[in-house]
């Protein structure tokens, strides 16, 4: 379980995440929503410890993060970064073996994992094993990415917009693998995305942020329900307005024909 107490990050007197709470339940996702520069990332970045809250506090199952080893906290939340942040002199299975090396795990038993992540990814292992990031596509760098948050089955993941550089059908099928993965896992999640169908997809519930703050929180009936303001409003509504546009098209290509 997470849980974000009051958190509140400031830059000089600018404050990019205002008196932040918010809980993850166990084996939960809540995806993150809200625009560019709404604190985000600087969010998930304060429940690791990437960066230090000014003020606030994470609970982690119930024990401060402040008292716990960053090395212990990196192994035990899957990290996956919204720049991928590869090892540039790595090559994509050390990159992939980063956390089960430092557990120690035998030369087999990583091989094993890097082929079954990378497969899982839908990347050719025997392909891109030996390559270094440099070498792959960017949305081939966020996939291996994605497998090295993956790589020690963490309890807890932190994804941030994981899947938004690839194009939209390897983008659905790795959703699809990723909802099955964290069913068979239970992992507990939050998940940023940019995309309000994504959202409401993968999040049992969705947390909307704007400016800073959080403007609501809840599951994706409830803010269909009632949406808190006008900008939740106009978020859910973006799927809704592609859906009549499209149909609108489709219509319009029949009385071509
Ligand atoms: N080191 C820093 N110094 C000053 N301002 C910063 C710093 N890091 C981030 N910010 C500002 O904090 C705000 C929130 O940034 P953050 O990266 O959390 O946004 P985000 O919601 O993840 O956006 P995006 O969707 O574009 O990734 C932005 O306005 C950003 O410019
Ligand atoms: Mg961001």
Wanted: proline share 4%; hydrophobic share 45%.
């Amino acid at each position: 379980m997470i849980e974000l107490h009051r958190l509140t990050k400031r830059y000089g007197d600018q404050a990019v995440v205002h008196d932040l709470s918010l809980s993850v339940a166990e084996g939960e996702l809540l995806a993150v929503l809200g625009g560019s520069g709404s604190g985000k990332t600087t969010t998930l970045k304060m429940i690791n410890r990437l960066i230090e809250p000014s003020s606030g506090n994470v609970h982690l199952n119930g024990v401060d993060v402040r008292g716990l080893e960053l090395s212990e906290l990196r192994r035990q939340i899957g990290y996956a970064f919204q720049q991928v942040g590869l090892f540039p002199h790595m090559n994509v299975a050390q990159n992939v073996a980063v956390t089960p090396t430092l557990l120690g795990w035998s030369a087999a038993a990583i091989a094993r994992r890097v082929d079954e992540l990378l497969e899982l990814v839908e990347l050719d292992p025997a392909a891109v094993r030996d390559r270094r990031p440099d070498q792959l596509s960017g949305g081939q760098q966020q996939r291996v990415g994605v497998a090295r948050a993956l790589a020690a089955a963490p309890r807890v993941m932190l994804l941030d917009e994981p899947f938004g550089a690839l194009d939209p059908l390897t983008r659905q099928r790795l959703q699809d693998s990723f909802i099955r993965i964290r069913r068979e896992l239970a992992v507990t999640a939050v998940f940023v995305t940019h995309d309000m169908v994504e959202a409401l997809m993968l999040g049992d519930r969705i947390a909307v942020m704007r400016h800073g703050r959080l403007v609501q929180v809840g599951t994706p009936a409830a803010l269909m329900r009632s949406p808190a303001d006008d900008y939740v409003r106009r978020l859910l509504d973006t799927p809704c307005r592609e859906a009549r546009l499209v149909n609108a098209l489709l219509a319009t290509g029949a009385a071509d024909r």
